[in-house]
């Protein structure tokens, strides 16, 4: 399941994400690459700090020092920052509200970005003006947040029944085949077409719901294709990494029998610089470190 389709979100996320993407942009190319270099280092430490905090919480509350989280789990990470020093238990609040403030400040803007210049500049009003435009983005970043604590408000979608993060994984699975067979296959073959492209998005999101919701009622639990497990609702669903991989080979190979009918290459198709690709001794090394580092985590804790 891990390789069916943990790497397509991984690729979605960190290559196809304005959220993630934007925050390289406004540097040189040098820079903006040692930085995601740098970004990927700290970022294999992440199962030592999501982890670790659950393995103390589990440890506490099985010898009696988290006797209030009888029947619930929320306050897990709260009652863990208690057995904190003041010093650093303020620094780890302050940290922790640093993180959610600029996570929201970089949603806030992707936002306003995508529809101010995706939809309304392109659609409703190709003449708005600067002021205009912040004024409008403004709007839509209040309007998102509303929409959002409508959402969320005694977790209308359901999302602690699941866990935020299988709830994101999820969910955001139904966009990523698509939008990732779209950018990999635009990118890098100049043949595919503007229709193709469209037809993957479109296809990737209904392959997604075809196997999430339909295909263990319409083919059966058990196929060669794949397995569909009972889940907490008593419901047989195949696992969403799965279903997230099939997805995205379908579609892929439908945008390549579609730009195959069309012209050998495509007037439009996107342009590199092969200058852009070459790498500094310096990249190098720390894209091998890297790569060794990860290697070893698998290996080891595979």
């Not at 040189?28 to 659950?54: E, H, Y």
């Not at 196997?211 to 397995?227: H, K, M, S």
């Not at 342009?271 to 290697?295: G, N």
Request: hydrophobic share 50%; proline share 3%; aromatic share 16%.
């Amino acid at each position: 399941m891990y390789y069916a389709g943990q790497w397509i979100g991984n690729l979605n996320y960190w290559g196809c994400n304005q959220y993630i993407t934007q925050r390289a942009l406004g540097a040189d190319l040098k820079t903006a690459r040692t930085g995601l270099l740098f970004a990927s280092f700290l970022k294999l430490f992440m199962p030592v700090i999501v982890m670790l905090p659950g393995i103390a919480a589990y440890v506490l509350y099985k010898n009696g020092h988290l006797p209030h989280l009888v029947g619930g789990k929320d306050g897990a990470y709260s009652a863990i920052l208690a057995f904190l020093p003041n010093g650093l238990k303020g620094l780890s609040i302050a940290a922790l509200t640093a993180a959610i403030v600029a996570s929201l400040a970089g949603k806030a803007n992707s936002i306003s970005t995508i529809y101010i210049l995706d939809i309304h500049k392109r659609y409703f009003n190709k003449a708005a003006g600067e002021k205009r435009m912040v004024a409008l983005g403004r709007f839509t970043v209040i309007v998102a947040m509303l929409i959002a604590i409508i959402f969320t408000w005694e977790d209308t979608l359901g999302i602690g029944g699941k866990g935020g993060f299988t709830f994101i994984q999820k969910y955001t699975g139904y966009i990523s085949p698509g939008v990732f067979a779209m950018f990999i296959l635009g990118m890098f073959w100049k043949r595919t077409t503007g229709a193709a492209a469209i037809a993957g998005v479109i296809s990737g999101f209904l392959l997604c719901i075809v196997f999430n919701n339909y295909a263990p009622t319409w083919f059966g639990n058990e196929t060669w294709l794949y397995t569909a497990y009972l889940n907490s609702q008593g419901v047989y669903e195949i696992p969403f990494l799965l279903s997230m991989g099939y997805s995205f080979f379908i579609t892929v190979g439908l945008m390549v029998l579609m730009s195959l009918a069309g012209p050998k290459i495509n007037a439009k198709a996107f342009h590199f610089d092969k200058d852009m690709f070459k790498l500094e001794p310096s990249s190098i090394a720390m894209i091998v470190t890297l790569l060794i580092m990860l290697s070893l985590l698998y290996v080891r804790f595979w």
